[in-house]
């Protein structure tokens, strides 16, 4: 049971370092993140609703006890990363492996929270 929760803490830990790292740029670093999305086609205005929901994704893994809402957290977060993905593959920037990382340690984690929870 250790163990589980171990790698649990650890591929949560390092998918919220991501997340805050990702939603800090879309905030920060607003300039660079607006030709990002124009060069993806995706419109610039959710650019804040996203980073609002990585955050808020984050808060629902973290805080929450109820299943439904982390569930949905946990869905949000894996289309974000599958969308991501085949994001950048399409344009080929050579960007998407940052979302397929995302979504290992998303795998891992859901995985052993399952575990860690029964």
């Known amino acids: 049971m250790k163990t589980n929760k171990?790698?649990?803490?650890?591929s949560t830990g390092l998918l919220t370092v991501l997340m805050?790292?990702?939603a800090s740029m879309y905030?920060?670093?607003?300039?660079?993140?607006?030709?990002?999305?124009?060069?993806?086609?995706?419109?610039?205005?959710?650019?804040?609703?996203?980073?609002?929901a990585k955050t808020l994704g984050l808060v629902a893994l973290w805080?929450?006890?109820?299943?439904?809402?982390v569930e949905w957290a946990y869905a949000g977060f894996f289309f974000n990363f599958v969308l991501a993905?085949?994001?950048?593959?399409?344009i080929g920037d050579g960007e998407?492996?940052?979302a397929l990382m995302a979504l290992v340690l998303l795998a891992v984690s859901y995985i052993f929270s399952k575990k860690v929870n029964q």
């Open 20 to 22: 805050l790292f990702s």
């Open 96 to 98: 998407q492996m940052g």
């Open 63 to 69: 805080f929450f006890q109820k299943k439904r809402i």
């Open 85 to 90: 993905f085949f994001a950048h593959y399409m």
């Open 6 to 10: 171990i790698v649990f803490y650890v």
């Open 27 to 52: 905030v920060f670093n607003h300039e660079e993140i607006v030709k990002a999305f124009t060069n993806f086609g995706y419109p610039t205005y959710i650019i804040y609703p996203l980073a609002l």
